[in-house]
């Protein structure tokens, strides 16, 4: 098993969908847990850390299930500009794994 | 602006050439790393480093090595390079390793020919 799962995609979507990507891991001393947003042949950025209790920025929500050991990325009223790939990164112990990425297509 | 700055942008290389792939960084971050990705295969780690005069080996190593003379710069040297390692190259930093987030630079297309 994978240490880090994402569905590779892609999620094909209209404008103003709302979109969910989940992502597994399979450490569960995992301590720290972000979301990236990588647009094609660009470095990625982050997107957001995701915290225990969940945690929102605008339209996007991130929450983390330990007890399922995965987080969760939830895009409302989706925009064109949100078309990318998300990588989930999960860490612990001075390690830290990236997700393949899962992409996002969104169309007018 | 604060962050990290790759150099070349991109090259194309002989293969059995020597490369090396420059990183700086003015966060003054402790930890620092090398990626390589390729399509289907997400980002691997090449080398990290935690902090400056130390270095460790990621998940695909072989063909690269990196060196830590300070906190700024974290060099990936390619002592002769192979086809193979035709790749996007990043590097990245970290306040540490292991809990805190990555900040990327822009990356360095390398192809060897």
């Known amino acids: 098993r994978k240490e880090v799962e994402q569905d590779p995609g892609p999620f094909n979507v209209p404008e103003g969908a709302t979109v969910a990507f989940n992502c597994t891991y399979s450490?569960?001393?995992?301590?720290?847990f972000f979301w990236y947003r990588q647009d094609c042949r660009k470095e990625p950025k982050l997107l957001m850390s995701?915290?225990?209790s969940g945690n929102e920025d605008g339209r996007f929500t991130a929450q983390l299930n330990r007890a399922s050991q995965y987080i969760s990325l939830l895009i409302r009223d989706s925009k064109l500009s949100d078309s990318a790939t998300y990588l989930c990164?999960?860490?612990?112990?001075?390690?830290?794994?990236f997700g393949t990425g899962t992409r996002l297509l969104v169309s007018p | 602006i604060a962050g990290i700055t790759q150099a070349p942008t991109s090259q194309i290389l002989a293969a059995g050439r020597r490369m090396t792939l420059r990183c700086t960084q003015d966060?003054?971050?402790?930890?620092m790393y090398w990626y390589r990705q390729d399509l289907g295969l997400g980002l691997r780690l090449i080398h990290y480093?935690?902090?400056?005069?130390?270095?460790g080996k990621g998940e695909v190593p072989d063909g690269y090595s990196v060196s830590r003379a300070n906190t700024d710069d974290f060099p990936l040297t390619l002592a002769s390079a192979v086809p193979s390692q035709t790749s996007v190259y990043f590097c990245?930093?970290?306040?540490?390793?292991?809990?805190?987030?990555?900040?990327f630079g822009n990356g360095t297309r390398l192809t060897v020919t």
């Open positions: 450490n569960s001393a995992s301590q720290s």
């Open positions: 966060m003054r971050h402790n930890a």
């Open positions: 480093s935690n902090t400056a005069g130390t270095t």
């Open positions: 990245a930093s970290s306040r540490d390793r292991g809990t805190s987030p990555l900040h």
């Open positions: 990164v999960v860490t612990g112990f001075q390690k830290l794994v």
């Open positions: 995701v915290y225990s």
